[in-house]
Every structure is written in C-alpha cells, then in structure tokens.
C-alpha cells in the first residue's frame, strides 16, 4: 500500500514483471543487474534517473541509471562489485505517467514497451517530459530528441502523433528475434510512445 500510494508508476510497472511465481522469487536489483532490454525495471529506472549502488573490494560508488545499462545483459558493474541498493526517485509534482507494454500474454517478455511522463506548467504546456522505449532496442532508450519536441507546446494529439513517430524512427538497430521482427516492434514502439503520451497528459491536466 505505500508503494502504491507514494510511487503508483513503480507500482504499474512491477505488475507487468513476469507471472507472480516468477515475480515473487526475484529480486528488484536481481532484475536491474540481469539487464535484460525487454524488462520493466531498467526501464523504469532510466525514466525515473534512478541511482545504483555498487560495492566491492574498493569500496562503494553510485552509478545514474544513463550510465549503467551499457548493452543487451550488460552493466556498469566491475566483475568484483555487486548491485547492493537501488533509489528510485518520486516524479515531479503534478507529472502525469503511463506505463505500457505489448507481450502475448500478460507476465511474458514485453515485445515492445513505452514509459511517459509529463508535467504542464501553469499555463497547461508542456515543461517536463521523459519517454523511454525498452524491448525494442539493446537496452533500454531514452528518446531525449523526441522529448525535445514537447517542451513548451500544448498538449495535443497532432503533436503526440509527430513525436511517436520521431521516437520510433530514432531506434537505429531494433531487435529482431523469433518472437517479431525490427519492423513490427517499430510499429509497436509508435504506437504505444503515442498512447502512453495521451494517458499522461489527461493524468497531468487532472494532477
């Protein structure tokens, strides 16, 4: 419940992790030192600039969430040191978020996912934004370019509609596996960044 209350985007986000079984005997640092690009947490982690705490021989160092994920199953992690906190910061006060995700059935890998937020100013524009696409490339991504074009302007579905596909056409080496190809997760990753935009501006505006 205090999840729930203080943090409802990490919340949204852990009810996609894998089937509650598998959800129940993980770990959250478990999931961010496995850095598997179709998963939730990295996502999220990069959305939110959260703060990784590795230690070793050496001592302990703090490493932000745009330095740690380096490629597919690959950390910032030296081979001595291990993942022992991560702090998940709150979002901005009236930010509105989405979290959205595309898998066959609900708990398995996501094949493409989108995470949005947005907080309005007092004149309901656009001053903060934040859009990460995972599953869709080698690590988790954040589409600075495409968040770029939202400042400042008015919410509305034209503009969410050009940054989607700003957002998918900046992928430049999406996954292709047996389960859908570059070009199905590129229509996904539109899609979706364009929905989950729409979802956080009505959360924002009700903020």
Known sequence: PLVTSKHPLLHAALLHVAHPQNRNQGTVGGSIAHADPAAELPALAVTLDAEMEARGPDGTRTIPASEFFLTYLTTALAGNEILTAVRFPYPPP????????????????????????????GRGSIAQARIVL????????????????????????????????????????????????????LSLAQTLVRRALTEAAEKAKAA
């Not at 898998?103 to 949005?116: E, N, S, V, Y």
């Not at 400042?152 to 292709?176: H, T």
């Open 134 to 185: 995972f599953a869709v490339d080698s690590r988790p991504r954040r589409m600075s370019d495409a968040e770029a074009l939202l400042i400042g302007q008015a919410p509305s579905a034209s503009l969410f509609e050009r940054v989607a596909e700003a957002a998918s056409a900046a992928i430049e080496e999406p996954m292709s596996d047996v389960h859908a190809s570059a070009e199905f997760r």
């Open 94 to 121: 009236k930010t509105g978020w989405s979290f959205l995700e595309v898998a066959r059935r609900h708990g398995d890998f996501a094949l493409t996912g989108a995470i949005a937020t947005l907080s309005l100013d």
